[in-house]
């Protein structure tokens, strides 16, 4: 069946504007979790969903960082007012056991 | 420090060579400890997992549980070029709801 797919796959952005990356998790899993990885930093967890609440949303950076899940599915992160230091790698992953997280390809996200 | 740690290599071996991947914990509250691999420019995929202590074996791979010392090791025998990838530990607590990830070990298997 269908993996997890993410969009856009790349996006460069100048300083200050705003993105969206958008998670299609696989069809019936609970569980979304958005993370940020950065060259050599391993996976830094960002948010996580069960169903469309964030029982926590201590991982976001900053309130510049939003997140939001829709009928259960699709879940939207938002960057607002990019900053250099934003750029990375944002990957998500959605689960039905929590121990087993099925990722997406990515987006890489490049701030100039 | 570091809930999980993970020395970042890069570890670069011979083709047939045994590799040998670690991970120290500090949160005794683990139970399900995980390796993932991650190709260039791909997400994470589970490669095995253990629950508690213990060994597990699949193919060339063997995942080891030290919940004593808070050690997991992974073991790749007869390594291939095709095992060039980063490969990342991960843990996880079913009292929780968050997996804590290595910051993984690059490996390179020379032909």
């Known amino acids: 069946g269908a993996g997890v797919s993410q969009s856009p796959s790349n996006k460069v952005t100048e300083k200050g504007k705003d993105v969206e990356l958008r998670c299609d998790p696989i069809?019936?899993?609970?569980?979304l979790y958005w993370y940020r990885q950065s060259l050599g930093q391993g996976l830094e967890f960002l948010i996580y969903f069960q169903g469309n609440s964030a029982p926590d949303k201590s991982g976001l950076p900053s309130d510049r960082f939003s997140a939001e899940r829709t009928g259960g599915s699709v879940s939207t992160l938002t960057i607002q007012r990019t900053q250099q230091e934003d750029s990375a790698v944002y990957l998500c992953a959605s689960a039905d056991s929590g121990y087993e997280q099925y990722f997406g390809p990515g987006t890489r996200l490049t701030v100039t | 420090q570091k809930e999980v740690e993970q020395d970042p290599g890069p570890l670069s071996v011979p083709e047939g060579a045994i590799v040998s991947l670690n991970c120290t914990y500090s949160?005794?509250?683990?139970?399900?400890f995980m390796w993932y691999r991650q190709y260039s420019r791909k997400g994470p995929e589970l490669l095995m997992y253990t629950y508690s202590s213990g060994n597990k074996e699949d193919g060339r791979f063997t995942a080891q549980v030290d919940k004593s010392s808070k050690y997991i090791s992974l073991f790749i025998r007869d390594s291939q070029p095709s095992d060039s990838a980063t490969y990342l530990c991960?843990?996880?607590?079913?009292?929780?709801?968050?997996?804590?990830f290595g910051a993984g070990t690059r490996l390179f298997v020379k032909a």
């Open positions: 991960a843990m996880f607590n079913t009292g929780g709801f968050k997996t804590i």
């Open positions: 949160n005794s509250a683990f139970q399900y």
């Open positions: 069809s019936g899993h609970t569980a």
